[in-house]
């Protein structure tokens, strides 16, 4: 035990399952992508363990990650240790089974109408005492004026003064539904959308009508116009669906638009923005078992969506 009390001490599960796998792997970039988070967001895990430990645990040159003498000797008593963390967080995820209280959450219009809800529904349905509230808005709700326990939304990434999840990265598709392309024609390069109308979403008076695209040579920046803004990203898709126009969204926003055929994909050779989605919690005592189970949750439906799509050749 007493070798287990220095790894156990204000240690973290993901921390732990980070060093093990930049050991295996001999790389922190490679580690991150097995885990889906930012190569910044690894070497901090590593960092934090090694300062705990008060020792370096891999040596690092310009070509290669190898173990240092004293992760050598670490890394088994890590791999035990991790063992009996995971076997303590199964136990623990027993008693959330029961999770009861009040959980206050808001989420964007779009994703929230279109998926979440119904993922949401899912939960309750497994943890009936809980009691659900939503804030569903487009606007970044302050978390802490608000008393929400928890947000959903895109962003390029987490602010300082909250915690949070990365859930995952969510492709940003041209759309147009497949009258309006009829009608319209199909656009086959940016500069063809000089002669299409753009649907827009406006947020505290800033139109988001320039659009960006690269071909992987070439970066293309175009200053679409067009005639409906609407500061509700579902009124936005509504019109896209509806033929009005062309839509740039997160691909998740129009699941199943995307895969009913309602709406086509535009312009697949050029890539766009990607927006990343966090779960978004104003301390970190509001990260509660509930949040916890709701982070996987989502995590695990929009894994199942992304690959969803890419497996119809909606996204690549």
């Known amino acids: 035990m007493k070798h287990y009390q220095i790894i156990f001490e204000n240690m973290q599960l993901e ?8 050991a295996e792997l001999r790389s922190i970039t490679a580690a991150a992508d097995h885990f889906n988070i930012r190569p910044a967001t690894a070497s901090a895990a590593i960092k934090r363990v090694e300062h705990h430990l008060g020792t370096e645990l ?15 000797k670490y890394l088994p008593q890590c791999q035990q240790a991790l063992q009996l963390l995971t076997k303590a967080k199964r136990d623990i995820e027993e008693d959330y089974a029961e999770i009861q209280g009040e959980l206050r959450i808001t989420i964007s219009s779009d994703l929230g109408r279109n998926l979440v809800l119904k993922w949401l529904d899912e939960f309750m349905d497994q943890h009936p005492k809980i009691i659900l509230k939503i804030h569903m808005s487009d606007s970044n709700i302050d978390v802490y004026r608000n008393a929400i326990d928890v947000a959903l939304r895109y962003s390029p990434s987490l602010q300082s003064n909250l915690y949070g999840f990365k859930i995952c990265d969510a492709s940003r598709l041209m759309c ?5 392309l009829a009608k319209y024609g199909n656009p086959q390069h940016p500069d063809d959308l ?25 970066n293309y920046k175009i200053k679409m116009k067009g005639k409906r803004f609407a500061n509700d990203s579902d009124v936005v ?9 062309i839509v740039i969204k997160s691909a998740l926003d129009m699941y199943e638009d995307l895969l009913a055929g309602r709406l086509v994909p535009i312009l697949p050779d050029f890539t766009k923005d990607v927006a990343e989605l966090w779960l978004v919690c104003p301390s ?17 439906k929009c894994k199942e969506s992304i690959n969803d799509m890419k497996s119809k050749g909606i996204l690549r």
């Open 58 to 72: 891999f040596t690092r040159t310009t070509r290669q990650l190898r173990l240092s003498t004293a992760g050598e």
């Open 176 to 180: 147009a539904a497949p009258d309006y």
């Open 237 to 245: 898709r509504k019109w896209c669906v509806a033929g009005k126009g």
């Open 284 to 300: 970190k005592h509001s990260i509660t078992p509930a949040v916890h189970l709701l982070r996987d949750l989502f995590r695990q």
């Open 194 to 218: 000089i002669n299409h109308q753009g649907l827009f979403y406006e947020l505290d008076e800033v139109v988001h009508d320039e659009w960006k695209f690269s071909d992987g040579q070439q």
């Open 15 to 22: 921390d732990l399952q980070i060093i093990i796998k930049v």
